[in-house]
């Protein structure tokens, strides 16, 4: 009887890089499952950091960084691979809207929620003397949604530190103003009637949807520290 031969697939498939793998489970199923699966398309990115961040190669994790970014932003968990110095390849399904890697390049935008004595008018630069209370870095998360009338608006949530500044500087300043500024414009104020609590705020405006989307992807852009750079044109698989 001839002697029987064992072949162990699986470390073949465990050495090779996840987006590789990855790759080749999608062709195998859109080969047994026709028209169930969607393409794949590959990016190469950069990890470029924000000024007052830290060098990517300096981090413990930049690789999640790059993942939550994604996330963020396209919507989609990739699969990502470190190739090189700073450079990331990652994998997604082909499935998003067109154009929609062009919010990987979003400029990054800055948020302030500033106190200040009086109202300022739209579109002014907030007052360089305003008590900047709340950026970017004290919120958890920013989307964008609609009001009852359909005009766009932005819900944030605060980290637990940004919560307690917020409250305490609203508790102890009625009669003040809260300044909503972006990129160092004002966009909307607030009177302090009482103080306001509760770790979810609404931002609303004169601006376009249009606007409001770049705000939401800007200020998430901005809430990492650091933004993407397309190193390369996408490679469908």
């Known amino acids: 009887m001839g002697k029987e031969t064992k072949y162990n697939l699986s470390a073949g498939f465990s050495s090779m890089p996840r987006f590789i793998l990855r790759a080749w489970i999608v062709l195998l199923s859109a080969l047994i499952f026709p028209g169930c699966v969607s393409p794949l398309e590959t990016y190469t990115v950069r990890l470029v950091p924000l000024p007052g961040s830290h060098d990517p190669s300096k981090l413990d994790n930049?690789?999640?960084?790059?993942?939550?970014?994604?996330?963020?932003l396209l919507g989609q968990q990739p699969e990502i691979e470190e190739i090189g110095d700073n450079l990331y390849l990652f994998t997604?399904?082909?499935?998003?809207?067109?154009?929609?890697?062009?919010?990987?390049?979003?400029?990054?935008?800055?948020?302030?929620?500033?106190?200040?004595?009086?109202?300022?008018?739209?579109?002014?630069?907030?007052p360089p003397a305003a008590e900047v209370l709340i950026t970017e870095a004290d919120l958890k998360t920013i989307r964008l949604d609609e009001d009852h009338d359909g005009k766009p608006i932005m819900i944030f949530e605060f980290k637990e530190d940004g919560q307690r500044k917020f409250e305490k500087y609203t508790a102890e300043n009625i009669g003040k103003f809260i300044i909503v500024?972006?990129?160092?414009?004002?966009?909307?104020?607030?009177?302090?009637?009482?103080?306001?609590?509760?770790?979810?705020?609404?931002?609303?405006?004169?601006?376009?949807?249009?606007?409001?989307?770049?705000?939401?992807?800007?200020?998430r852009m901005s809430m990492t520290g650091y933004r993407l750079q397309i190193v390369d044109n996408p490679l469908r698989d």
């Open 92 to 126: 997604i399904e082909a499935n998003i809207t067109p154009g929609a890697i062009a919010r990987l390049q979003t400029p990054s935008v800055k948020l302030v929620l500033a106190g200040w004595d009086d109202r300022v008018a739209d579109n002014r630069p907030v």
């Open 181 to 219: 500024g972006i990129d160092g414009r004002v966009v909307n104020w607030m009177p302090i009637r009482q103080p306001v609590l509760g770790e979810r705020g609404m931002i609303e405006g004169r601006f376009t949807k249009e606007q409001a989307i770049r705000y939401v992807w800007g200020i």
């Open 62 to 72: 930049p690789r999640a960084i790059v993942g939550n970014l994604v996330l963020g």
